[in-house]
């Protein structure tokens, strides 16, 4: 059983540039998701899926930020126009849905923006 | 929404016990997790707590009371290897994806 993956796993841009970001969760799992971690905090949820369905959005998350799971298997994570202040460690989960609620992470994409 | 407190840093001994505690403030509580994480690297799961009481799975226990609103997360015959920081988070209610994360207690094991 391979875990989640995540790639890159480490990302520099400029600021201003579009990164993507992919994850593939564990086989079978219909739940993904997507979140930020920064120095010396916790993870901060960004938003989740079960299988192709957005079904939350954090509020804190700009319009800069966007999400897919076209296929209810591998998701994107696309952040536009960059910011400084968007450098941070990004982390996606996945489960296995309702009863399983237990959440598995990859070992995160860390982006730099300069 | 929530409000998650966790001790900065703890520090103590090889072979010893540690015991961090976690408290949250919630208008709704679905459940408590423990994660492992070493540094660069990503969360691991330890334990969930749904239901009062303790949970024990090898050197490390976790307890949970919900009327109190607190969990502790008890780690035995330390090793080095437990150098990590332990993140306490929530699923809230009014969320059935969301967990919500304390920024974690960085335990450092010494010789």
């Known amino acids: 059983d391979t875990g989640v993956s995540q790639n890159p796993r480490h990302k520099i841009t400029k600021r201003g540039q579009n990164v993507t970001f992919r994850c593939d969760p564990i086989?079978?799992?219909?739940?993904l998701y997507w979140y930020r971690q920064t120095l010396g905090q916790g993870p901060e949820f960004l938003t989740y899926?079960?299988?192709?369905?957005?079904?939350?959005k954090s509020r804190l998350l700009s319009d800069r930020f966007s999400a897919e799971r076209p296929k209810g298997s591998f998701s994107t994570l696309e952040i536009q126009r960059t910011e400084q202040g968007d450098s941070a460690m990004y982390l996606c989960?996945?489960?296995?849905?309702?009863?399983?609620?237990?959440?598995?992470f990859g070992p995160g994409t860390r982006l730099l923006v300069l | 929404g929530q409000n998650i407190d966790q001790p900065t840093e703890m520090t103590a001994t090889e072979g010893a016990i540690v015991q961090i505690n976690c408290t949250y403030q919630t208008s709704g509580f679905n459940g408590l997790f423990w994660y492992q994480q070493h540094a660069g690297e990503a969360p691991t799961f330890l334990s969930y707590n749904v239901l009062d009481g303790l949970e024990e799975k090898g050197r490390f226990s976790s307890f949970l009371s919900r009327s109190k609103g607190y969990s502790y997360l008890l780690l035995k015959e330390l090793q080095m290897k437990d150098s990590a920081s332990y993140l306490c988070a929530v699923r809230p209610t009014d969320s059935w994806g969301k967990l919500q994360f304390g920024a974690g207690t960085q335990v450092v094991v010494t010789p």
């Open positions: 989960a996945s489960s296995a849905g309702p009863g399983f609620e237990t959440q598995y």
């Open positions: 899926f079960q299988n192709e369905a957005q079904l939350e």
């Open positions: 086989s079978e799992h219909n739940r």
